[in-house]
Nanobody, 125 residues
Framework: QVPLVESGGGLVQAGGSLRLSCAAS????????MGWFRQAPGKEREFVAA????????TYADSVKGRFTISRDNAKNTVSLQMNSLKPEDTATYYC??????????????????GGQGTQVTVSS
């Protein structure tokens, strides 16, 4: 099991910002595409953002486009998700995931090989 550890979640008012981070260990991080998914209570896990191994490819869910930015630091084995203009509907547990064959980014959860334990984001209105 490859550990992916998320951090940075918390409680924020609508319109505020949070920055999530995911630290990876035990894999050649630069060979993996990375993604962020989220799951709200009673709902299925959904795609949020993804980035290819070199950062050339990034893709976002329509619901977060223009508000969230995914980035990665291969030297530090980390991927981040900067979340601005947060809305109550962004409330969810956020998970990072790693996908081998990282030269393109995927929106499909089943394409990913490893996932973290999640970090809770709560946006109050």
């Amino acid at each position: 099991q490859v550990p992916l550890v998320e951090s940075g979640g918390g409680l924020v008012q609508a319109g505020g910002s949070l920055r999530l981070s995911c630290a990876a260990s035990g894999l050649t991080f630069s060979r993996y595409a990375m993604g962020w998914f989220r799951q709200a209570p009673g709902k299925e896990r959904e795609f949020v953002a993804a980035i290819s191994w070199g950062g050339v490819c990034t893709t976002y869910a329509d619901s977060v486009k223009g508000r969230f930015t995914i980035s990665r630091d291969n030297a530090k084995n980390t991927v981040s998700l900067q979340m601005n203009s947060l809305k109550p509907e962004d409330t969810a547990t956020y998970y990072c995931a790693a996908k081998s064959g990282g030269n393109f980014c995927s929106t499909i959860l089943n394409d990913y090989n490893y996932g973290g334990q999640g970090t809770q984001v709560t946006v109050s209105s």
